[in-house]
C-alpha cells in the first residue's frame, strides 16, 4: 500500500508492506537502503521494520512514462529545452545502469517497456532517478521465472529457443553464476535503444520520432544503437562504452 503524506513540511511517501509480501520487506528495504546518498535513487527518509513500513521522497512529476505529459505541464514541449532533456534522460538511464553493473547489481523486473518506464522517477529539475528496487539482486543469481515479459523488448538470446550451457549438470556453479551474470548485462546493454527512443519521443506501434529535433539525435545514436542490437552478444558494448558515445555526442549537438 502506498500514501502521501506530510512530515516537517515537506512531501513524502509511505509505503506499506502487506500480506502475503512480508518476507520481502527486508530485501526490499536493504536495496533502498544501499544506495543513498546516491543522486541517482531515491531516497529513504525513514522505515520501521516493527511495522513494515517504509518513508521515502515524493517525486511530484511521477515517473517517466508520463514524460510526455510532464513536457506538456511545464510548457517544455515545443522549447528548444526538450530535446536536451529528453537525450538528459538517455544519459541518465545509461550511467544507472553503467553504475549497477559496477557494482554486480541487476534489475530483474525490466522485461517489458512499459513497466521499466515506471520504473524510474523524474525529479523537480527533470532528471532520472531510480525509484523502484524491489528485485535489485546480485548479479549471476536467477531471477523469480513469474516477471511478465515483452519478447520484443527481450534480447533473442532470451527466447525458449535459446538454451543455456548451465542446463549440463557438468558445469559447475561458479561458471553458471558467471555465465548468467554475462547474460544478464548483455541483455541491459540490448534494451538501452528502446529506452532512449522512448525518451526521445517514438512511437512504439509505428516506430515514428515525430519531433524533428529528436529524430535527429536518434539518427545520430544509430552507430551506437547498432552495436547493442548485435544479434551476437559478446559483440555488444558494455555500458560504459555507450555512455561515453552518449556524453560525446551530447557535447557535439548541444554546445
Same mark, same amino acid.
Given at each position: ?7 516537517? @513540511? ?12 512480508? +518476507?520481502?520487506? !527486508?530485501?526490499? &528495504?536493504? $536495496? ?5 546518498? $546516491?543522486?541517482?535513487? !531515491?531516497? *529513504? ?8 513500513? &517504509? ?9 517517466? !512514462?508520463?514524460? @510526455? $505529459?510532464? %513536457?506538456?505541464?511545464?510548457? %517544455? ?7 536536451? =532533456? ?58 523469480? !521465472?513469474?516477471? *511478465? ?30 555465465? %548468467? ?7 541491459? =546493454? ?11 519521443? #517514438?512511437?512504439? &506501434? ?5 519531433? $524533428? ?24 558494448? +558494455? ?12 557535447? #557535439?549537438?548541444?554546445?
Amino acid at each position: 500500500m502506498v500514501w502521501l503524506g506530510q512530515w516537517m @513540511n515537506q512531501s513524502i511517501v509511505q509505503l506499506q508492506i502487506k500480506q502475503p509480501y512480508l +518476507d520481502t520487506y !527486508s530485501t526490499t &528495504l536493504s $536495496n533502498y537502503l544501499l544506495f543513498q546518498n $546516491n543522486p541517482f535513487f !531515491s531516497q *529513504v527518509i525513514g522505515y520501521c521494520e516493527k511495522s513494515f513500513g &517504509l518513508v521515502v521522497e515524493y517525486y511530484q512529476h511521477g515517473d517517466s !512514462s508520463q514524460l @510526455n $505529459n510532464i %513536457l506538456l505541464a511545464t510548457n %517544455l514541449s515545443y522549447s528548444p529545452r526538450a530535446q536536451q =532533456i529528453r537525450f538528459q534522460l538517455c544519459i541518465d538511464y545509461v550511467k544507472i545502469i553503467a553504475f549497477l553493473h559496477s557494482q554486480n547489481k541487476y534489475m530483474c523486473d525490466t522485461n517489458n517497456l512499459c513497466k521499466l518506464s515506471t520504473q524510474y522517477l523524474m525529479t523537480d529539475d527533470l532528471r532520472l532517478v531510480l525509484g523502484d528496487v524491489d528485485h535489485l539482486q546480485e548479479a549471476g543469481t536467477k531471477c523469480p !521465472s513469474w516477471f *511478465v515479459k515483452d519478447m520484443k523488448f527481450e534480447p533473442p538470446e532470451a527466447k525458449p529457443i535459446y538454451r543455456s550451457k548451465c542446463i549440463h549438470a557438468w558445469i559447475s556453479n561458479e561458471e553458471c553464476s558467471k555465465e %548468467l551474470k554475462k547474460s544478464q548485462f548483455t541483455a541491459d =546493454i540490448w534494451k538501452i535503444p528502446d529506452v532512449c527512443l522512448l525518451y526521445l519521443g #517514438e512511437n512504439r &506501434l509505428t516506430g515514428v520520432i515525430a519531433d $524533428n529535433r529528436s529524430e535527429r539525435i536518434a539518427q545520430r545514436l544509430l552507430p551506437i544503437h547498432s552495436k547493442c542490437k548485435r544479434l551476437d552478444p559478446t559483440e555488444r558494448p +558494455d555500458a560504459e562504452e555507450v555512455l561515453a558515445t552518449y556524453l560525446q555526442i551530447q557535447s #557535439e549537438l548541444f554546445k
